[in-house]
């Protein structure tokens, strides 16, 4: 069974900077695309970023498209979230997700194995 454990969030005032790890428990971890995504209150789960098996491509949401970087470390099987000018509507559940799954890589559908969440609050 994958597992996936995000660590890194917490609370930080706007325009501040946040870095989110994900740990993946698996062999295969080089060999799939990963995902971040992240759910607010009463709102659904969106995409915020996704990035090749081998670190050659990034996709980005436009929300938040040249303050986010996401990177991996395949020796470490981890994948990051930099996050920089945080903003009060980057508040959310922060979940991270390994792909295998069917669909564009901004899908739910895209990904078959998902951590359990981290918080990110933004204060303003």
């Known amino acids: 069974q994958v597992q996936l454990v995000e660590s890194g969030g917490g609370l930080v005032q706007a325009g501040g900077s946040l870095r989110l790890s994900c740990a993946a428990s698996e062999r295969f971890f080089s060999t799939y695309a990963m995902g971040w995504f992240r759910q607010a209150p009463g709102k659904e789960r969106e995409f915020v970023a996704s990035?090749?098996?081998?670190?050659?491509?990034?996709y980005y949401a436009d929300s938040v498209k040249g303050r986010f970087t996401i990177s991996r470390d395949n020796a470490k099987n981890t994948v990051y979230l930099q996050m920089n000018s945080l903003k009060p509507e980057d508040t959310a559940v922060y979940y991270c997700?390994?792909?295998?799954?069917?669909?564009?890589?901004?899908?739910?559908?895209?990904?078959?194995?998902w951590g359990q969440g981290t918080q990110v609050t933004v204060s303003s």
């Open positions: 990035i090749h098996w081998s670190g050659s491509s990034t």
């Open positions: 997700a390994r792909g295998g799954g069917s669909g564009s890589y901004y899908s739910l559908t895209a990904y078959r194995y």
